[in-house]
């Protein structure tokens, strides 16, 4: 039996910005022409956002990844990927879906490799790709044939490249987590076929390349050293572990500075854990959205966490107080993937409204709260 990950339309803090009520002043909201922020009153001056590119795309943007030197961006829609190149905001290479697919095949995930030359993308088709970013052709692909096995068999919901560039991790609905060597483009190892709990909707690597996160369907996360032993796990809450989410753990991202693993559920909070501790304490649960967290990404400074969500918002919260500083609206559908830059104060979201929209540096301001 397959398991099926639609496309949803797709110790605590409380602090719900939703809670907040704005005075006639207005000193609490930031409007653009079609979009606005609402700020915490509590927290004023220590955030500034702008709306400063949008793209239009044909399809539902299932993805988007900065390249490492923050020049580009690759976005992930049905049948294919394009890559933008930042300065011009110009298209610079597209990766497939030039024609209308026959059946519906969206990039559910994707990733650049560290020296930024490769582009790595998981479809629902079950097929892993490698790209050229320079020519737009086809690298490689995982399973490498028609006749594997494994070919095609399995939707992929994620993917993950460590940061010394040698291993691509894959996940999706076969409950399986994969490794593959992208050094040499060999196919080295599964993940000694570790069949997890249930489909995996999400991985992440850590900065030191020493560490493997998988979120999956079933609320739980597992975590394991990158040579595949010492697995730790979060189980999903109960009555008895009331820590754990209560729903999928839809993304997950580790903080740039190593220091925390960072889980969005569809129980439509984010949770920050411990994971170099062996039990992976609960540090902190973050509130405020009012429905499905599909997207988490941590700034370059490790310092502010971005969440995108179902109800069309994005939340930025400050990670060492817990306090939520701002809501910006203005997607008219899911903001299924945020990401934030590697080299400046700037982040992109990605949505179901067919839009992908990036905040510039200038506008994007992260002052000590």
Partial sequence: MRVQIPMRGLNSVNNALAALTLDPSQQHRKDGLDWHAEFNSNTLGALDVDLGETFHLNSVVCSASFSPDGKFLAVGYNSGASIYRLEDSRMVVQLGGVEPPPVDNYVRSLCFSPN???LVTGSEDGILRVWNNATGSLYRTFPDSPSHP????????????STDGHLIASGGANKIVTLNDLSSLEISWKFMN?????GVCSLATSSDCQFIAAGLVDGSIVIWNISGSNERRINKATENSPDGHKDAAYSISFSPDGSLLFSGSLDHTVKAWDFRSASVPLVRTYHGPTDYVVSVSVTRDSKWLL???KDRSVYIW????GLLHLKLSGHKNTVISVAASPTEDAFVTASGDMTVRKNPKSEFKCKAA
Wanted: glycine letters at 14%.
């Fill in 116 to 118: 930024g030359m490769l």
């Fill in 150 to 161: 494994g070919f095609g068999n399995s939707d992929i919901y994620a993917v993950a490249v």
């Fill in 194 to 198: 570790i069949e997890v709990s249930d």
């Fill in 307 to 309: 969440a995108g969500s």
């Fill in 318 to 321: 400050n990670i060492s107080t």
